[in-house]
């Protein structure tokens, strides 16, 4: 079949780490991908961002991406997008018109109202990734949300053929939107089983390693044993730098386990928040023991996290969580917030604690770090689930048969689909 993914905002070739580039990005290239692998014509509609970049692209066999010309060919934050978005549509329904697909799938909000107007027909998937009611609830004035976004991803809710969500928790968000019960499927994000797995080299990861993702291999050499007290326990915190994902409660929960350190990946070592969190390390009183690391090229986040004893991510909501999947197909044990997908993910494998509660993060550490058997039975429970449930072949098989379902006219089953 011929497929159209929508992803304004999330450019699937972009470098991850940056504010608005994570998970999403993730998400629809490796999906893209494996849609392609099974034989479909994939095009993937982001929008245009970097005037160096040609019109299109080509991700992997039967997968192009399309930069649409929507406002600036320059970076804009996804919040300040909504006034390029009547161009974007645009130009997606002129696409179309031209060279229909079988299926419009779109990818958050934006994407989800301009597949609605440009569509024509075209029987229409959508995944919120992350739902604005929640975001709402969790940051109020901080929110930066367009006022407009919560009522119009409850119409899009109601008037797509099909809704994905991600996890458990989403389905009673959706309900509570008002999408019908029958045109919901749970089909989970996720995870590259061959590059995330629990064999492979370690990063270097001593207290005196070098910062950044150029470091040099480590002194043990790679995937070595590194022997017993030659470093001190350490612990991951891998993602976007932005307040809601929690990474000051990590800070503020190193001050109880003295001897740990922390690394922190992701954005830029100069971004408000990377400069936000060492200013807490330092009040904290830990800051020689916490490294603030910047983006690490993706295919070196593996070995990052085999480099952990444990990779922790507490972030305030989330709607499904990468991370905590990787660092499971990783075999590494996560300590994650009993939020959203992780619900779903690490419960029964991992170990769940409230957000935002720096005490409780450090006695589930201490408890986890004081325990290598526990530690190596939480990793190998983690990795099997990432095998079982979460390899991409699994999901883009999920995913089509939405896709064949709604070109037949038929409403999805949410029993019958769930992940």
Known sequence: MKIALISEHADPLAAIGGVDAG????????????????????VVHTRRWDPGRPRTAVLAPGVTVE???????????????????????????????????????????MSGQAALLARGGVPMV??????????????????????????????????ADAVLATCGDEVG????????????????????????RPDGPDAPDGPDAPDGPDAPDGAYGPGAPRPAGTRSPLVLSIGRLVPRKGVDTVVQALRALP????????????????????ELAARCGVAGRVRVVGSVPRERVPALMRAADVVVTV??????????????????????SAVGGHLDTVAGCGVLVPPRRPRALARALRE????????????????????????WPRVAEQTEAVYTQVIDGKLCRLAALGG
């Open 23 to 42: 998970g999403q990005n993730v998400h629809v290239a490796a999906l893209a991908t494996w849609l392609g692998a099974r034989g479909h014509t994939v």
């Open 67 to 109: 930069y649409v010309p929507a406002g600036p060919a320059a970076p804009v934050p996804k919040d300040e997008l909504p006034p390029y978005m009547p161009e974007f549509t645009e130009r997606l329904a002129a696409r179309w018109a031209a060279d229909r697909p079988d299926v419009v799938h779109a990818h958050f909000w």
């Open 126 to 159: 959508q995944t919120f990734h992350a739902l604005g009611t929640v975001k709402r609830r969790w940051q109020g004035r901080a929110d930066t949300s367009p006022p407009h976004r919560v009522e119009t991803e409850r119409r899009i809710g109601r008037r």
């Open 173 to 196: 968000e959706l309900r509570a939107m008002g999408v019908p019960e029958e045109r919901i499927a749970v089909v989970p994000c996720g995870v590259d089983l061959e590059l995330f």
């Open 259 to 278: 001897g740990v350190e922390l690394v922190i990946a992701g954005g830029s070592p100069d971004d408000d928040e990377a400069v936000r969190l060492r």
């Open 315 to 336: 972030p305030w909501y989330e709607p499904f969580g990468m991370v905590p999947v990787e660092a499971m197909a990783c075999g590494v044990p996560v300590v994650a």
């Open 368 to 391: 986890l770090l004081d325990d290598p058997a526990r530690r190596r039975e939480l990793g190998a429970a983690g990795a099997r689930r990432a095998r079982e449930r979460y390899g």
